[in-house]
């Protein structure tokens, strides 16, 4: 009777971590903010989190970035709707890199061609997210 229960308990906390270490923020350079000004490849609304996929020009062909924002679960309750962004806009947007260099960031903002700012919620001078303080 005791191995079933370690079983179990192993079964449990071997799903569990997964969950743990999904909203960590360490792979994203939080003192860093960048400005890409591109166009929107593709807007994924999806779970656990949606995903700009932009191109950037530069000299040649241009660089296609990956910016991760939060859960469309909390984008719709900051006013976002699935079609807020669509393959084509020009925008300009601000994020946090990640820290490995790849084209990837942390969404913070964007700028739509209209004026139109929509946001993420997240501090944008510098303070780091999801860092406990010492």
Known sequence: MKSRAAIAFAAAAMIATPALAHHSFAMFDQRKIMTLDGTVTEFQWTNPHAFIE??????????????????????????WTRTALKPGDKVSLRMNPLRDGKHGGLFLDVKLANGKVLDSGLPKNGTPVNVPRL
């Open 54 to 79: 932009i191109d950037v020009p530069t000299e040649g062909k241009p660089v296609h970035w990956s910016i991760e924002l939060n859960s469309p679960n909390n984008l719709k309750r900051q006013g």
